[in-house]
């Protein structure tokens, strides 16, 4: 009897800890990605009490640190929601511009970026960009219709303030800065200049006089040469140009891309060409 007791409770631990090993865990996932296995004590609106697989102490976790948890019954409960991530690339945007307009304002409204100048093949000054998007924007705004051109000071403004600059724009698609510039175009284009022949005009007049006497020693004749007048003789550089204009919507879609070669070879040739494209856009009218 004494023996059959003792079976009796050996079965039972045996069964009690084959119980507890297959007692699945609670586990909370944070958002830093740390997991804690144990079991859930208590939750309120701001935290859950929680205390580790084999601890009594308790421990107070912040429902904000959570993304989830997975009860040990197979339940999950999703703590903290992230966005999707076109919810998250809206918000930056919207972010970025600040209190900026919202879609419904994007009507019909243009900005014009600053316009990449390359000289020789290196990036010019910020100046000479900025004012190549002043000329281009002063010629689209005189014949924009409908449209409403945003002046480049307003422009410029909002990207700075949205952290955007000539290295950082490239991070950007069109449509996310659209959205940043409250506009429904945005005018993007590259003026490229490369130094090629050089022109030379020599221009004037000169004389000439001749004279000789005899040399009666050696009884040779010695020849004298005088030139008078003046000559003028100048050098002109001969540049080679083209312009790249593209329009995107906020959509991000292109709604016109054109390259075109200069048909003058001087430094400002570039402003004929890009008129030449303006006047081809869709955003033109007369």
């Known amino acids: 009897m004494k ?43 701001d935290e859950v009490k929680f205390s580790y697989a084999g601890e009594t102490l308790v421990y107070k976790i912040k429902k904000a640190d ?23 690339k809206a918000g930056n945007a919207a972010t970025g511009a600040g209190s900026g307009p919202g879609l419904a304002d994007h009507h019909n409204k243009v900005a014009v970026l600053p316009i990449s100048f390359l000289k020789d093949g290196e990036s010019a000054s910020d100046d000479i960009s900025l004012k190549v998007q002043n000329e281009t924007y002063s010629f ?54 490369n130094k090629t022949t050089q022109t030379n005009i020599t221009s004037g007049n000169s004389n000439t006089t001749y004279s000789s006497k005899n040399n009666d020693k050696n009884n ?31 959509k991000g879609t292109s709604v016109y891309s054109q390259e075109r070669r200069s048909f003058w070879n001087t430094q400002d040739a570039y402003k004929s060409t890009l008129e030449y494209l303006l006047k081809r856009c869709p955003l033109y009218s007369k």
């Open 220 to 250: 040779q004749y010695k020849s004298n040469e005088k030139s008078s007048g003046s000559v003028v003789s100048t050098s002109t550089q001969n540049y080679e140009t083209s312009l790249t204009l593209s329009i995107y919507n906020d």
């Open 66 to 88: 959570i993304l989830k948890i997975t009860f040990g019954s197979g339940r999950i409960e999703i703590i903290t929601k992230q966005p999707l991530p076109s919810e998250s």
């Open 140 to 193: 689209l705004s005189k014949h924009a219709g409908i449209m409403t051109v945003i002046d480049p000071r307003t422009t410029n403004a909002l990207l700075i303030k949205a952290g955007i600059n000539k290295e950082t724009i490239k991070g950007y698609t069109m449509d996310d800065l659209c959205n940043i510039l409250g506009v429904e175009y945005v005018v993007d284009g590259i003026v490229s200049i």
């Open 3 to 45: 023996q059959l007791t003792l079976l009796f409770m050996s079965v039972l631990l045996i069964t009690f800890s084959f119980a507890q090993e297959n007692t699945k865990n609670d586990v909370i996932l944070k958002l830093n990605g740390e997991e804690l296995s144990g079991k859930i004590i208590e939750m309120s609106d």
